[in-house]
């Protein structure tokens, strides 16, 4: 059986972080011929969410959720009682994702890669895990899985740490990686049923990470960030022509990205405000002092240190709101010292961009910077503005979507996308689609 009623099947690319804008550039597009037509014909811009994270933005679209419908609100998180800091994974979601919900209703199904899938979960048919695991021995369902991974050498995610040390050997890794990801990809394509096929590209957001002044300045890894699209291109290519014409072809990002003036300390701006204070010792956030006002998560998630929530709680519930306004204003009045700048651009209270059962979890305060601010939560740095290896951020509002058999003009963010795959009518407005098309 397939997704829609006349027996379609659903492909699904995931280009994680890459830009609308950049696809639409035209010194750009001109590398990217696959991708410009899919997205002329049948794309646009959309938004991602806030914050604006891989591992939020792909589960909302799993999902179709806000963060606090999923429970993902972040790449980290903490436990406020007892305080502690830790990675959230597939365990901590708290909704039914697209495959499994395809799953049960006995579609064959096959997800590669897409971020906050781990630890596995069963599927009807495969699901390969993401960068969060760190054993090609678990990083798949079904088990055995694992076995065919190891013998095509698959790569879970490249070594970060490369881009510090050999930007060279980290573009090769960058290639050799979705190489692999492509490669397996076209040998199940052909050799396994399915309904469903979702395939994801981190590499692309790992480019921009740490090549964007590169790619913005037509840097000494320009040529080389060109011809990973050409090859990345190719490969979308390959993939329509081994769909029928009839099969749905989906791609799309979950944000945007633009180049680093600087990274933020938000932790170290607090301190400075005399928000946040740590006892005798290291200055990690687990031994913030009583008397603390809030503290951060990345990016940009504010939490007040409310009595009768936190460990240490301290902050009455009769001024929460008052503290919230006050912590809003200072934000909204931050600026860069040197430029004058300002460093945020939007301050959100929880409860005006959230509205699901887990909003009790998300942070108090939610903080959007300026294009080129890139919001940090160190607690021991000196200063608050610097510059690292790091050249590239996520934007909110220039992720993309494009699409081929299917109408995706409703889709206004990322967590639209799963209704879009799944809505019963979906058929009638392909078919209006390809009907437009063919009049233009």
Not at 250 to 258: A, E, V, Y
Request: net charge negative; glycine share 4%.
């Amino acid at each position: 059986m397939a997704i829609t009623h006349n027996g379609l099947r659903t492909f699904v690319l995931g280009l994680d972080g890459t830009p609308y804008s950049l696809l639409k550039d035209a010194s750009f597009r001109t590398y990217i011929p696959n991708l410009s037509r899919l997205l002329d014909q049948n794309g646009k811009r959309m938004n991602s969410v806030y914050p604006t994270v891989s591992s939020v933005a792909w589960t909302s679209y799993m999902t179709g959720l806000d963060p606090s419908g999923h429970n993902i609100f972040g790449f980290v998180d903490r436990n406020p009682n007892p305080f502690s800091i830790k990675i959230p994974t597939a365990i901590d979601r708290r909704a039914v994702t697209l495959w499994k919900e395809l799953s049960l209703k006995g579609k064959r199904v096959i997800v590669i890669n897409v971020p906050l899938t781990y630890p596995p979960e069963e599927v009807n048919g495969i699901l390969v895990s993401d960068f969060l695991c760190t054993d090609i021995n678990k990083v798949s369902y079904p088990l055995e899985f694992n076995n065919y991974l190891k013998d095509k050498d698959y790569v879970i995610d490249v070594d970060a740490s490369l881009a510090k040390e050999d930007k060279r050997r980290f573009m090769d890794e960058l290639h050799r990686a979705m190489e692999k990801r492509f490669e397996i990809t076209f040998e199940l394509i052909a050799k396994e049923e399915w309904d469903f096929f979702q395939l994801h590209i981190m590499e692309t957001d790992r480019l921009f990470h740490f090549f964007w002044d590169d790619l913005d300045n037509k840097g000494e890894y320009y040529h080389d960030i060109i011809n990973f699209f050409k090859k990345l291109d190719d490969y979308i290519g390959k993939l329509e022509n081994l769909l029928s014409e009839k099969d749905r072809f989906l791609i799309l990002s979950d944000h945007g990205f633009c180049g680093i003036k600087y990274e933020v300390q938000l932790n170290v701006w607090l301190q400075q405000q005399g928000l946040l204070k740590f006892t005798n010792g290291e200055k990690k956030l687990p031994n913030y002092h009583k008397d603390t006002i809030c503290y951060s998560l990345i990016p940009g998630r504010i939490f007040i240190n409310l009595e009768g929530r936190e460990e240490k709680g301290s902050v009455k519930k009769s001024d929460y709101q008052s503290i919230r306004e006050d912590i809003k204003q200072r934000l909204l009045d931050f600026i860069h010292p040197d430029s004058g700048e300002k460093v945020i651009d939007k301050v959100f209270f929880r409860e005006e961009i959230y509205s699901g059962p887990y909003l009790d979890s998300a942070a108090d305060i939610i903080t959007h910077p300026k294009r080129g601010y890139d919001l940090k939560a160190r607690t021991e740095n000196k200063d608050v503005f610097e510059r690292t290896h790091l050249n590239g951020m996520h934007t909110y509002d220039d992720a993309f979507i494009c699409a081929k058999n299917c109408d995706v003009s409703a889709v206004v963010s990322i967590r639209d996308v799963k209704s879009v795959i799944l809505d019963s009518s979906s058929e009638d407005r392909c078919q209006r689609t390809e009907v437009r098309h063919e009049q233009e």
